[in-house]
């Protein structure tokens, strides 16, 4: 068979889904392939993420087009035997890492989340050294809680023994650091940043203490870094000088429904001044938002 994938978020992260059937394609001997317009295909793949990101429309000539992702609102699994094949990194060679998840699911019911949905409650998926590549050893870990887990908490503390790199990309929740988690944590060869999320001012003072953990148990504080979701830009803008007040490096993030509804203009001028870091730095968020001053944004 000729396989051809559509990656419709435009291949700026390894799309798991896809690499796991391209692995399990090559397997049976098919060939597989970017999918390319002037090519037939016996089947095509497409695989979406996000549901913001614009569809792909050109039209495919293929005997089989197989759509799915929670970009869909598809919350389906792959069949079995796909995922517990190992990923095809070849198809994403600029990505120098392995990417996996040690836990899937979430305890939690954030109005804003589509993990319980889609996932359930939170489980064991994977240990960590059936994630690693045999050429890297840096791990980017997606799980959605992996401190909710004791299998997340037995898999960190493993990897602490090893020269492993990690970067957790969907951020470590703040409510469940204690100091003992924290020294786990501390423990481990980070890639860059200790994520976490602060998407509301309830959560200032719970992500306070749990970096007070984390520099307690030896994490520098340049590599604390934090979520901030932002929907009313008031709020966000509060909790973004506090968090900075701490020491801690915040990352906006525009709320976007599930319906793929855009953020207004406000918010993503806020992410922008709050994202470009010499923007940042060079005004406050009330000179950028005021066209009367000079402002920046872009409106």
């Not at 692995?23 to 002037?38: I, L, M, P, Q």
């Not at 007040?245 to 207004?264: C, H, M, S, V």
């Amino acid at each position: 068979m000729r396989i051809g994938l559509v990656d419709v978020d435009g291949r700026h992260f390894p799309n798991l889904a896809l690499m796991r059937l391209s692995a399990w394609h090559k397997r049976r001997g098919d060939t597989v392939e970017w999918w390319s317009g002037f090519t037939h295909y016996d089947r095509v793949y497409k695989s979406k993420v996000f549901t913001f990101t614009p569809d792909h429309n050109t039209v495919i000539d293929a005997d089989e087009i197989i759509t799915r992702g929670t970009g869909y609102k598809d919350y389906r699994w792959l069949p079995p035997e796909v995922e517990a094949t190992h990923p095809d990194y070849s198809i994403y060679p600029q990505y120098p890492y392995a990417i996996g998840f040690l836990t899937r699911g979430c305890p939690n019911r954030c109005r804003w989340c589509i993990v319980p949905q889609k996932e359930g409650q939170i489980r064991p998926a994977t240990d960590w050294d059936d994630i690693v590549r045999p050429d890297s050893r840096e791990l980017v870990l997606m799980d959605n809680n992996a401190l909710a887990c004791d299998h997340g908490l037995e898999q960190i503390e493993q990897m602490g023994y090893e020269k492993v790199w990690v970067d957790f990309n969907q951020g470590l929740d703040a409510r469940l650091i204690t100091s003992k988690v924290a020294k786990l944590l501390a423990q481990l060869h980070w890639i860059r940043f200790v994520r976490m999320s602060c998407d509301t001012s309830a959560m200032l003072s719970v992500v306070e203490r749990a970096a007070a953990y984390l520099r307690e148990a030896g994490i520098a504080k340049s590599r604390l870094w934090t979520y901030v979701l932002v929907e009313d830009v008031d709020d966000a803008h509060r909790r973004v000088l506090a968090l900075e007040k701490l020491g801690i490096l915040p990352f906006a993030q525009p709320y976007r429904d599930f319906d793929g509804g855009e953020p207004t203009d406000e918010q993503k001028a806020f992410a922008r001044w709050v994202n470009i870091r010499p923007v940042h730095k060079s005004c406050t968020w009330e000179e950028y938002n005021d066209p009367g001053k000079g402002g920046q944004n872009g409106r």
